[in-house]
């Protein structure tokens, strides 16, 4: 049997990952229709926006959108159809940490994947390829399988493949355009490896052929979970030794330009911060430890759990130097916190640091506001509300405020925290943030973004992440 010539694909969940992936496969692909389907009708309402006043914030995505949307790029909450007409189905579902039952706080929550793949097999009229897009547990394909093949009608045929994802947000779009690798893992038979070169035939439309890697499935499944337990090591691991500089004088930055310049080791991701966040590094590496725990290897587990142990030790850190360095105590100062999406270039908050940043200063009694250029404000109170559920909305607009920029947010605080690396938050005029600061004026910086030197002229008292006071 050759392998099939996609025409027609479908989409399950218009989220971070299927809303952009699938509309650029639309773009770069005009003979292939694209329907991205998800329940969530608000969320496909904004993707079929007017005017384009789309469900997430990503540089270059409307462009994208208004490309091809209407032409061959469909969003549609009817899910049974999108199945029944594709000839290959994505399934970008969310697959968060489990909060209940077996595996709860670790292993992931595969019952979106899994009512997914249901409507699939229920709906499913002809053969299909299914391809794993969500980050999922080694071996999810093999329970894909089981259920489609439990479930299918005579003369359909389903074969698995995985395809994970290996986007950033911020960079979703020239992610896709120009991919560093596409995996696609399949069944080492032949109806595997014609699913997979009728897959990698989509992607090859742009991507050159020695960037499309074809594996077994167990190994692409697996190879997500590594690439981001060891992005979020590296970072982990810088962020281990901005302790030591601050403890020594030595300086975080140097110490990466240093170390990154061994070409074995690469200058890329060791940026320390105050914590690495996003849905994904943590919940992929909770997944990982409760594999290694499932298989029997406490060691491993324990190992990979340190990462995810020293990111929050980093965030806690950071917030007792703030209140340490205000003279021990913050208790009813005003502390401004610049950014709250998880990185720049995004308006996701995803496990962001600075929800537990302004959390542990809430603690402390201060009043804090808030400022980012992106996140909408109610997406702030429902984070918020969510980290202390044991508050009422009422109460913490008591201590928080957000703000509409970040001089209103600095206006009479004592101090400010830069929790997200906006770009803007380079630029701002400091000398009139400073002059509307209450005396001393504090700055933290948890991004290394500002030019500290350059603030201290001004008079701001720095503290900058991975750099100690002694010269
Ligand atoms: N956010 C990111 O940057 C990346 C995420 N991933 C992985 O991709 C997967 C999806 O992540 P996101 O797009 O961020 O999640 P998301 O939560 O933004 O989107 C998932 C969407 O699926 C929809 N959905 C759930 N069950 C459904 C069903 N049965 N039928 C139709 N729609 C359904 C939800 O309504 C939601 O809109 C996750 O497994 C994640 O780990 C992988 C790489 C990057
Ligand atoms: O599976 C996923 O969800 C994705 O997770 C990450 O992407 P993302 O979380 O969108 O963003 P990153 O750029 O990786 O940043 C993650 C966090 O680490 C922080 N970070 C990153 C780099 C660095 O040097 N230092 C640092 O603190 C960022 O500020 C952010 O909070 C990976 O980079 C993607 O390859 C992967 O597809």
Same mark, same amino acid.
């Given at each position: ?35 991205? *389907?998800? +329940? ?13 006043? !789309? ?37 970008? *579902?969310?697959?968060?940490? /489990? ?15 899994? !009512? ?33 093949? @439990? ?18 947000? &911020? ?10 690798? *596409?995996?696609?893992?399949? !069944? ?51 962020? #281990? ?7 020594? &004088? #030595?300086?975080?930055?140097?110490? @990466? ?20 966040? &996003? ?46 360095? +205000? ?8 502390? #401004? *916190? ?26 402390? /009694? ?24 044991? +508050? ?5 607009? /008591? ?19 830069? #929790? ?25 910086? &948890?991004? !290394?973004?500002?030019?500290?030197? /350059? +603030? ?16």
């Amino acid at each position: 049997m050759a392998p099939v010539k996609v025409r027609k694909i479908c989409c399950i969940g218009a989220g971070y990952v299927g809303g952009p992936t699938c509309a650029v496969i639309a773009l770069k692909c005009p003979h292939i229709t694209v329907t991205i *389907v998800d +329940l969530n009708k608000a969320r496909v309402d904004a993707w079929n926006s007017p005017d384009f006043d !789309l469900p997430i914030y990503e540089p270059g995505l409307e462009d994208v959108v208004r490309q091809a949307r209407g032409k061959n790029l469909f969003f549609s909450t009817d899910v049974d159809k999108g199945i029944e007409e594709a000839d290959l189905i994505f399934v970008s *579902v969310n697959t968060p940490t /489990k909060k209940s039952g077996v595996g709860a706080g670790f292993a992931a929550d595969l019952n979106y994947v899994e !009512l997914a793949t249901r409507r699939i097999a229920a709906v499913a009229n002809s053969s299909k390829i299914v391809v794993e897009k969500s980050t999922v547990p080694c071996r999810t394909a093999e329970s894909m399988r089981t259920i489609l093949e @439990a479930n299918s009608k005579p003369n359909c045929r389903f074969d698995i493949l995985s395809n994970p994802e290996f986007l950033a947000e &911020g960079t979703a779009i020239q992610d896709l355009f120009a991919p560093d690798r *596409v995996l696609i893992g399949s !069944l080492q038979t032949p109806e595997g490896k014609d699913a997979c070169e009728a897959l990698r035939s989509v992607y090859a439309n742009w991507v050159p052929s020695e960037r499309i890697l074809t594996v077994g499935l167990w190994s692409s499944e697996l190879s997500k979970l590594a690439a981001n337990a060891m992005l979020a090591q590296r970072i982990s691991s810088i962020n #281990a030794l901005s302790a030591i500089c601050e403890a020594t &004088g #030595a300086n975080i930055d140097e110490v @990466a330009y240093a170390v990154g310049k061994d070409s074995r080791v690469g200058p890329k991701f060791l940026r320390a911060s105050v914590g690495f966040g &996003g849905s994904c590094f943590q919940k992929d590496i909770l997944n990982l430890v409760y594999l290694s725990e499932s298989l029997h290897l406490p060691e491993v587990a324990a190992y990979w759990r340190q990462v995810v142990e020293m990111n929050e030790y980093q965030k806690r850190r950071f917030s007792k130097r703030v209140v340490d360095t +205000l003279f021990n105590t913050i208790t009813g100062k005003k502390i #401004a *916190v610049l950014g709250f999406a998880f990185k720049a270039d995004t308006g996701d908050t995803r496990e962001s640091a600075a929800i537990t940043l302004i959390k542990n200063f809430q603690a402390e /009694k201060a009043f804090v506001t808030i400022y980012d250029p992106q996140v909408p404000h109610a997406q702030i109170w429902e984070d918020l509300k969510e980290a202390s559920p044991h +508050l009422t909305l009422e109460q913490i607009q /008591k201590q928080v405020t957000i703000t509409s920029s970040a001089v209103e947010a600095c206006n009479k605080a004592e101090a400010v925290v830069i #929790a997200t690396e906006w770009k803007e938050f380079r630029e701002i005029d400091w000398q009139d943030i400073h002059s509307r600061m209450s005396k001393p004026a504090f700055l933290f910086d &948890g991004r !290394l973004l500002v030019d500290a030197e /350059k +603030l201290r002229t001004i008079g701001f008292k720095v503290t900058t992440i991975g750099r100690g006071e002694v010269l």
